[in-house]
């Protein structure tokens, strides 16, 4: 049984969220250890539990330490990934609720449930908009069409709203099977279409909101394309806020979320949103900081190698990189030198043709 330092590279959940992944979609078990050493609170959180119980079911898989605050995991997949109807529910993992991110979670499913033989239907509930986890608009509007260009997609629906600390989101999706992932060849972003800054608020005032867009538009200056913006209120089981800048290609695009905690002024949040854009403009890359470490673990089990460049080498970047190469599915090579970095994922089968 492979086993895995979960207080590698970043130490944080990524490593046994991907790791359990791996297991779920090739069917081989493992053992992750130290899960999240590197975080002020090591184990399992609810989001993290959700995603190993989810796994297990769909593979009918024997695990060990499926409960808050493990730090070690054992899990053995006894069937492919089944496909069906699934409903998870993160607040469940935890008495008292959580706020845990949906997204993640989602996000663990998709490679899985992608090998199997049929499409699936997934609902899962939790937090959509909370720190430190992407918000529901990567997964639609950046990571799907990635992942849809590699002909594994991912479609999803935004029912509600959810954020921290209230949660109460819920994700539609829909997970058709991918026979085959294709490679990546993407070493120059593709023509800008458009910029469109979006703020949304539940339980809070719509003027701040304005604010925030109608600064991030003037602070993002000109990008060469038109800048569109949108604020809207939503629905959701307790107050919160974002803005999130989509960034439109004809593929490959991408997205930059700040979360609004109510304290911060709008303006403040502006700046950080249009200073993501323009640095990732400049930067030259096809795919953001966020989408980069994304792309490692579909690639490592595509048909041939894959090359991208990426706008920057982040700390989750490379542990993406160590694990699927721990597992032998792939050898994967950052050039961090080059402007901007160039990412080389060739997985086994390609390594040894």
Known sequence: MLEIDGSL????????????????????????????????????????????????????AEVTGDRLGATTVTFVPRRPPAAGSWTFDVAAARPGGSAGSATLVLQSLHLPLARAEAASRVVVRGGTHVPESPPFEHLAAVYGPAVAELGAPLLVHLQRHGFHPAGGGEIHARIPPAPAIRPLEASRPSPLLRVVLRAAVAGRSLAAATRAVTHARAALGEVGAPVLVEVRRVASDGPGGYLYAAVERVRLPAGFVVLDDGRTAPERLAEAVA????????????ADRHLADQLVLPLALAEGPSRFTAEAVTAHLRTQAELVERFGLARVRIDGAARPPRVEVIPTASASA
């Open 275 to 286: 200073g993501a854009v323009r640095a990732h403009l400049a930067s030259g890359a096809v």
């Open 9 to 60: 590279g970043e130490g944080g959940g990524q490593i046994l969220r991907s790791a359990l992944a791996i297991a779920a979609a090739t069917g081989r078990p493992v053992r992750v250890v130290r899960i999240r050493a590197g975080r002020r609170r090591p184990g399992l959180m609810a989001q993290h539990l959700t995603v190993v119980r989810a796994l297990a079911e769909l593979t009918r």
